[in-house]
């Protein structure tokens, strides 16, 4: 895969101030906003190699424009995976540098971590043509900065994301979901803590709302996965909440799960909350005909609202946790909330020193970065 | 993060890379004043026999008299001594327990100590949200104290009695337990930061997800060069049900490093999974009297934690693999008194060394699992040509090598030999696709390697980032970098630089 002559496009884009925008599968083009018109799309289409997967030490290395099905599909043959599981959108075409700019994630994110947390190492191409790495291929390691992070839902702004090294897992052998349901948020939201206190090294812990009523579901990934599950549904009766069962055959409610973090005509909220948070949560986007799937031991939400609702009035209510519009993110005023002033003043200096020649989605990111 | 205790200290030669030398004393005397305006006489530090206690961190070799100590009591008087340091243009270093491995809180001559042992409140426990907020004093093991029995905070270096957690923040500390949990870095969700110009700032916060950049992940093993961390807010997470710890010896480490990487690619992620070689079990047991079989090849401790069953089940499969790898002595933990006896015993590992050599220098390399073999042959055929011994401990699910090499400071050059040797010990690792430290940091020990492992570019990305927070280069210069770097285009009127002062750098 070679690089240098991307990098020497992307400095000739820099000498002549032109504005670009690194383009993967195009699945999320509307998040965080448009950013200011005319910027240039840099595909990462010629980054498509699968540069290295070393089974033995579970890490790969990707081009950043690798699709996630085609790799996660060539560790499966493996018995491992990337435990990162975001929906991919359109025709499965979401790409890998995609989704570590958005910092995109999934259910899996609960037990495994999120992009952040799963990239070892990262090579960037920077706007004067530098092409740096950070970090490397070993999972731990502790020299120099750690770039990737800072990369790591960057939305493009600070570079262009070349290629990462990942951390793989194992692939569970079977999988059982605990699943029960309640009309109550509080109540729903109680037995979620309740759960998430317990060390049930569960690979996924949701809450789910939709219409007037919602689901919690945990799911195991091991060898006694269905017995776990079984013993979950047992606390979830307990915990006073209906219909609860185990279901080995799960990938379905999980396939529904991502596809609730998505909208094709609506907006997408994510709220950085806290797990206590969520019968607010829950409210605020009945409030707007809305549906919800929460990462409910993390705090963190995904809103579903219809085309024309109020993102501030969910802001309001939701205040000051904050409210990121993903998709529909160019029908907002503002896709981003305002991080604390000094904040975002260290932001804005990293983004002169990364991109001095300000054409990475200049307008594109918080606070007008 | 492992470390020698005093009494088995290396004694290297004394060496002061991280500070300017044969620069003009600066007189600062106004600053000191300031200082003791801001906390009080008796925590400003300025006389020899007080500031000795400071002069080096848990890395021995490497020793610096600051102009002053400063203790500051709270996150305000942080700020206002860092404050008053940029006004004066004085460099200055943040210090939590004093037991990092790489010489990072190394003080600097004519630069100010920043101490912040005496910060050591828990601020907050939210059990509900699985957070804690702590100030930075407070010492690793005293987090999974305050949340305990039911939550624990996985990161464990071995100096987790006395490690500080601004420390742990600073080095992005990871431990025994890393492998299946994750290092600091994946459990800070918030910090409250002094920048190096006297600004606080709160980055993240209980929650996850903080819109804008990362500069959490970007602060969190930054060594102490973007500011100092007044407040930190950290996830914690339920206690396993159950833990389950065996020992197998093998014949060889090669047998033992096969054991390894079956169970890893059999699913099983251990808690831990460490091993040791012959001659890190022979100074082991002479110490901690574990009835190890000395003489035996190579010793590893799998742990397996979590929910009872899967535990269960799991742990006869390590047996299984233990044994079908040559194992023919696996000893299982059958309480808990048994099992505090196989974590003394390989903790033992260091200390021990101090038995069986007068002084010994601690390695912190990485490699890929997989090229344990190859490179354990090429340490061994190093530790010949140099006629030294060198024993191996190794957590070894994640690749991390801490190879001790032994030698007699009493004998001239042995020690520089040492190094030597320590040194290619590294190069085997970048050679074998590694890193030169997968937990101790950079410092100023092992910012000479830098450019083996990160060419120019990569370098100037990394100093891109340091001049974002750190434009003046007052926290903590002359360490992680290789060479003395400034940074261009400072807003504001331009003010020398203390290593441009001092011939020491240059502006590019």
Known sequence: MELEPLAARIREHGTAGQAVRPVGGGTKLGWGGAGREGAADLTTESLNEILEHNVGDFTAVLGAGVRIADAQARFAAEGQMLALDPPLGE???????????????????????????????????????????????????????????????????????????????????????????????????????????LPLEADCLDVCWDGDRGH?????????????????????????????????????????????QR??????????????????????????????????????????????????????????????????????????PAPPPGTLAVMARLKERFDPARIFRPGAYVGGI | MDGPVTDAAPEGPARVEGAPRGAPARDLTGLVEALRRIVGERWVYTSEHELRTYESDGLLQYHVIPAAAVLPGSAEEVQAVVKACADAGVAWVARGAGSGLSGGALPIEDGVLIVVARMKRVLDIDLANQRICVEPGVTNANVSAAVGPGFFYPPDPSSQIVC????????????????????????????????????????????????????????????????????????????????????????????????????????????????????????????????????????????????????????????????????????VARDEIERALFWKTRKA???????????????????????????????????????????????????????????????????????????????ACLDAGGSITGEHGVGVDKKKHMPKMFGEPDLDAFQRLRCAFDPAGLANPGKVMPTPRLCGEVPGPYRQHPLEAAGLAERF
């Open chain 1, 216 to 260: 919690l579901l945990v799911r195991f990934g091991a060898a006694a996965a269905q017995h776990q599950a079984e013993s979950v549904v047992e606390r979830m009766r307990e915990l006073g909440l209906g219909d609860a069962r185990a279901e080995a055959e799960d990938d379905e409610i999980w396939n529904r799960e991502r596809a609730l």
């Open chain 1, 91 to 197: 025709a499965d075409g979401a790409t890998v540098g995609g989704m570590i700019a958005t910092g995109d994630s999934g259910p899996l994110r609960h037990r495994y971590g999120g992009v952040r947390d799963l990239v070892v190492g990262m090579t960037v191409i920077l706007s004067d043509g530098t092409i740096a790495k950070s970090g490397g291929k070993v999972i731990k390691n502790v020299a120099g900065y750690d770039l990737a992070k800072l990369f790591a839902g960057s939305y493009g702004t600070l570079g262009l994301i070349a290629s990462v090294s990942v951390r793989l897992h194992p692939l569970p052998g079977r999988n059982a979901t605990a699943i029960a349901t309640s009309e109550d948020p509080a109540k729903l939201a109680a037995a979620a803590a309740s759960l998430a206190a």
């Open chain 2, 349 to 427: 590992a260091f200390p021990a060394m101090g038995r069986i050599s007068p002084n010994y220098f601690v390695q912190d390399g990485v490699i890929p699992r997989t090229k344990l073999p190859e490179v354990l042959e090429r340490i061994e055929a190093l530790g010949k040509e140099y006629g030294m011994i060198v024993a191996n401990v190794f957590h070894a699910g994640d690749g991390n090598l801490h190879p001790l090499v032994c030698y007699d400071g009493r004998n001239e050059g042995e020690a520089e030999r040492a190094e030597e040797l320590s040194g290619k010990i590294l190069d």
């Open chain 2, 164 to 331: 500080s957690i601004g420390g742990n923040v600073a080095e992005n500390s990871g431990g025994a337990h890393c492998f299946k949990y994750g290092f600091t870095t994946n459990y800070v969700t918030g910090l409250e930061v002094v920048l190096p110009d006297g600004e606080m700032v709160q980055i993240g916060g209980m929650e996850l997800d903080h819109p804008g950049y990362d500069l959490l992940g970007a602060f969190v093993g930054s060594e102490g060069t973007l500011g100092v961390a007044t407040k930190v807010w950290l996830r914690v997470v339920p206690s396993p049900e159950t833990v389950k710890t065996l020992v197998a010896f093998f014949d060889t480490t090669r047998h033992a490093g096969e054991a390894v990487s079956q169970i890893v690619q059999a699913g099983v992620v251990p808690g831990a999974i460490e091993m040791m070689d012959e001659k890190a079990i022979e100074a082991s047991e002479q110490m901690a009297n574990a009835g190890y079989p000395v003489g035996r090849g190579a010793a590893l401790l799998v742990e397996l934690d979590g929910a009872e069953r899967e535990c269960e089940a799991r742990f006869e499969e390590v047996v299984g693999i233990c044994e079908a790898c040559g194992s023919d002595d696996v000893r």
């Open chain 1, 263 to 336: 909208s094709r005509d609506g907006i997408v909220l994510k709220v950085s909350g806290r797990p206590t948070d969520l019968p607010a949560v829950v409210e605020a986007a009945r409030a707007q005909r809305g549906t919800v799937v929460s990462r409910a031991a993390l705090g963190l939400s995904w809103m579903a609202l219809p085309a024309d609702a109020d993102v501030a009035a969910v802001r309001d209510a939701l205040q000051p946790r904050p409210v990121v519009v993903l998709d529909g993110g160019t029908k907002v005023e503002d896709a981003w």
